[in-house]
């Protein structure tokens, strides 16, 4: 089962992204606001699978992505967001961004984005989607 961490800023969002997210299957091993706190948090637990709200960031949004993709490279990142503008989502595409998850939260939709991209990885690496394919490197 992949590894999902949630990182943003509203409890109550969090909370309930979790809810869906565990409800469809999927293994929530934490979550935390976007502080540099919870960014530790998630660099210790290495996921597979970031959601994460740079608009409810404690520091710059595109620059919390770079932190990202820097600690965790084969990661899956999605941007949750109640608002976003065209330059925000073309800087998160070009920092790796796989999909966009909007709040309100419409449990199907989110689960939907969140398989399409982990089947959509899956073909680019030429191999069957399963448990291993975005295991991270341990330290």
């Not at 925000?88 to 966009?100: D, Y």
């Not at 990885?121 to 191999?127: C, E, K, L, M, V």
């Amino acid at each position: 089962m992949l590894k999902m961490v949630i990182l943003d800023g509203n409890s109550i969002s969090r909370d309930l992204l979790n809810r869906v997210l565990t409800n469809g299957g999927h293994h929530v091993v934490g979550d935390g606001n976007t502080s540099p706190a919870g960014l530790a948090k998630m660099i210790k637990l290495r996921p597979q699978i970031v959601c994460v709200d740079i608009g409810e960031a404690d520091i710059d949004g595109l620059t919390l992505l770079e932190t990202i993709r820097s600690e965790l490279p084969k990661a899956l990142v999605f941007l949750v967001s109640g608002k976003i503008d065209s330059a925000t989502i073309q800087g998160a595409l070009e920092r790796g961004v796989q999909g966009f998850i909007v709040k309100p939260f419409n449990p199907q939709t989110v689960l939907t984005t969140i398989r399409n991209a982990v089947l959509k990885f899956a073909r680019q690496q030429q191999i069957t989607p399963s448990l291993n394919i975005l295991d991270q490197p341990k330290e």
